[in-house]
């Protein structure tokens, strides 16, 4: 029982749960030259899905104008490191220069590597 306890009580303090997927709604988006407006956001519906997996992956979505439906990219991601004092995990995608930083609050931020910033908040599935 005291080794569950020890167990359970650092998986809480070190953040962010091993093996789970996010579901990460964009409510502030800023590019290189102006931000998004919340019209533009509702309308769009940014989001990111992150799968903290064996073999990690996140899903960039949105809704294409011309067709009026949701698009979403897939990227496999090439690094995860935890910060092992905050306890926040960053997703790097090396190719694209972009990553997402995921913090035990559950906020995020995507840095797409082309002066493009994105954040909000995630839920676990």
């Known amino acids: ?11 809480c303090i070190s953040g962010i749960a091993q093996a789970a997927s996010y579901n990460c709604t964009v409510s502030n988006k800023f590019d290189f030259d102006r931000p998004y407006t919340q019209a533009q956001l509702d309308s769009l519906k940014f989001s990111v899905k992150i799968h903290d997996v064996e073999k990690p ?16 990219d897939s990227y496999d ?4 490191e935890t910060d092992k004092n905050v306890g926040y995990k960053k997703f790097y995608l090396f190719r694209s220069q972009f ?3 995921l913090f035990p609050d559950m906020k995020f931020i995507e840095n797409n590597g082309r002066g493009g910033i994105a954040l909000g908040m995630c839920k676990p599935v």
């Open 1 to 11: 029982m005291k080794q569950s306890y020890l167990a359970l009580t650092f998986l």
């Open 57 to 72: 992956k996140v899903d960039r979505c949105s809704v294409k104008p011309s067709e009026g439906k949701l698009s979403c």
């Open 77 to 80: 991601i090439d690094r995860v």
């Open 99 to 101: 990553d997402i930083q």
